[in-house]
């Protein structure tokens, strides 16, 4: 198959669409496919072409076999709604317009969010005269809503009017939880063209490791209890709570936070950790993917948090699968389907969604039980090899594209 893959975020971005993108493609290639990545110029979150790039009309590499062409971008940081909105639509009118200069394809792929990037693929899909296969990984307008980025009601009819149509065109629909499946049954999708595929972790990559002592002396954290938080530090993570946490934890000079990631809310949370003198946090910035790894060797434990919304109970955030990978137990501050995920591992503890009180009383829990946090770090690993290996849920997500494509080609 000649798979072109519309995503608003590709390597050497590190966040979770690109991995997500990155991990399935290399597979699809690796199983003899021809995959080409359409995307930004890499900036995301800092608001700044990364070394090596140029904003120019298109930057072409290979990377594992992948074709990536990045093209002209509105760069801007991850914060003030009306850029990034920007940002957003003018990659999909860029995608549009290289549509008909791409190579041939037989099926297209577009992944949302970001929102107007699933959009895309609609036109796109009519330009190269191919099935059009949408990847739901988080729902929009639903989730910018309810974390307050947007209020303007007239705006948001016209985006879950925008909503409907996407999922009423799209030839197949892949959400990656049960919960955004009915949810787009509920706004027009139909059922028998959506399938669930999850997010998981790549197991060759994100393996048990002993801890790597020169990393963790250098970042201050060695001989101590890590909690770590792994990820965007947006508006819907609600991550006052670790703040919080760390003043009722002041005295155990044995527990240290880790929180590693950009995003909207990271200068406000330094200025109010500076402020309060906790010195029991350390903050690192965006790390390379392959520090991952180095990264989740030197943390003793997982926090996996989002706030507390209703939206939130559809949500499964991709760090759940690489804590498991990796032997590092959970403590996840999120109800819904992770919240089942964890306790059908056995991997973690929930706690109540920004109850600082409750993630305090569980890392000294598992700070005062290893062997605890051992058992939860095997059950954890066991389970993710079991039911989310990336690259069995790429081969099921190809098996779904072969069969697409066959489909399309016998109707016409």
Same mark, same amino acid.
Not at 258 to 274: D, H, Q, V
Not at 275 to 300: C, F
């Given at each position: 198959?000649?798979?072109? $893959? ?8 590190? =966040?979770?669409?690109?991995? @997500? ?6 597979? &699809?290639?690796?199983?003899?496919? /021809? ?42 940081? =991850?914060?003030? +709604? ?33 929102? $107007? ?14 099935? &059009?296969?949408?990847?739901? @990984?988080?729902? &929009? ?16 009819? #016209?985006? %879950? ?36 595929? *999850?997010?998981?972790?790549? #197991?060759? $990559? ?37 703040? /919080?946490?760390?003043?009722? #934890? *002041?005295? @155990? %000079?044995?527990?240290? +936070? ?37 990264? &989740? ?14 939206? $939130? ?26 919240? /089942? ?19 305090? !009383?569980?890392?000294?829990?598992? !700070? ?37 494509? /066959? ?6």
């Amino acid at each position: 198959m000649r798979i072109l $893959f519309l995503s608003h975020y590709f390597p050497p971005e590190v =966040n979770a669409p690109a991995t @997500r993108t990155y991990e399935h493609c290399k597979q &699809w290639v690796e199983m003899g496919h /021809e995959v080409t990545v359409v995307s930004c110029v890499p900036h995301h979150p800092m608001g700044a072409a990364y070394p090596g790039y140029k904003n120019k009309l298109v930057h072409v590499e290979y990377i594992d076999g992948i074709k990536a062409i990045k093209i002209l971008t509105y760069i801007t940081a =991850n914060e003030g +709604f009306a850029k990034r909105t920007f940002n957003y639509i003018f990659y999909m009118v860029m995608a549009i317009l290289m549509a008909p200069f791409l190579s041939k394809a037989d099926v297209v792929i577009s992944t949302s969010p970001q929102f $107007f990037n699933g959009l895309a693929g609609y036109f796109v899909s009519r330009i190269k005269r191919c099935p &059009w296969l949408l990847e739901i @990984r988080d729902l &929009w307008p639903e989730s910018i809503v309810a974390v307050g980025a947007i209020s303007n009601r007239k705006i948001i009819a #016209l985006l %879950e009017k925008i909503e409907r149509f996407v999922y009423r065109k799209a030839d197949f629909i892949v959400p990656v939880t049960n919960a955004f499946k009915k949810h787009i049954v509920a706004r027009g999708g139909h059922e028998d063209t959506i399938e669930v595929i *999850r997010n998981g972790a790549d #197991l060759t $990559f994100f393996t048990d490791r002993a801890q790597d002592d020169t990393y963790a002396e250098l970042i201050g954290v060695k001989g101590k209890f890590v909690a770590s938080y792994v990820g965007t530090h947006g508006m819907a993570h609600g991550l006052d709570i670790i703040i /919080e946490a760390a003043e009722l #934890l *002041r005295q @155990r %000079e044995d527990i240290v +936070f880790l929180m590693a990631g950009e995003g909207a809310e990271r200068k406000r949370l330094a200025s109010e950790i500076t402020k309060r003198g906790l010195e029991n946090i350390t903050m690192l910035g965006q790390l390379p993917k392959e520090d991952m790894p180095r990264l &989740w060797s030197v943390s003793t434990v997982s926090l996996v948090l989002l706030r507390k919304l209703d939206l $939130f109970l559809t949500v499964i955030p991709s760090k759940i699968f690489e804590s498991m990978a990796m032997k590092k137990p959970i403590i996840i501050g999120v109800d819904g389907e992770s919240k /089942e995920i964890i306790n059908d591992a056995r991997a973690g503890i929930a706690i109540k969604p920004e109850s600082a009180t409750e993630l305090a !009383a569980a890392i000294i829990k598992l !700070a005062d039980s290893p062997a605890l946090c051992q058992k939860y770090g095997e059950q954890g690993s066991q389970y993710v090899a079991t039911h989310f290996d990336r690259h069995i849920l790429a081969q099921q997500y190809e098996k779904k594209l072969a069969a697409l494509c /066959e489909t399309s080609q016998e109707q016409r």
